[in-house]
């Protein structure tokens, strides 16, 4: 069975000694495809204004079910890259 896939992204930065007022981030975000079918490979992608930020990932399937939450860092540049499988129960 092909089941579509939205991806619904949920993303915050947490800052590391930095003051709250000094805590307003930029993201920016990107997949490789806008829709994705179950076995398939999604690629996220993305930058931060600072480097080295903790970046949450929240994905969620069409019908707003939770298939998959991460944290990566960015790297000195702050980009940040992930990828995953869309599970089979996904909708």
């Known amino acids: 069975m092909n089941v579509k896939v939205i991806c619904i992204f949920s993303l915050f930065c947490v800052l590391f000694g930095t003051s709250?007022?000094?805590a307003?981030?930029?993201i920016t975000?990107?997949?490789n495809k806008d829709y994705f079918s179950a076995g398939e490979i999604v690629?996220?992608?993305g930058t931060v204004n600072s480097p080295f930020q903790l970046v949450a990932i929240e994905i969620k399937d069409a019908d707003g079910n939770t298939i998959l939450v991460?944290?990566?860092e960015s790297d000195a540049q702050g980009n940040f890259e992930l990828e995953f499988k869309v599970p089979?129960?996904?909708k």
């Open 20 to 22: 709250p007022s000094l």
């Open 24 to 26: 307003e981030e930029q």
């Open 29 to 31: 975000i990107s997949t």
């Open 43 to 45: 690629a996220v992608s």
């Open 70 to 72: 991460r944290s990566i």
């Open 88 to 90: 089979s129960t996904a």
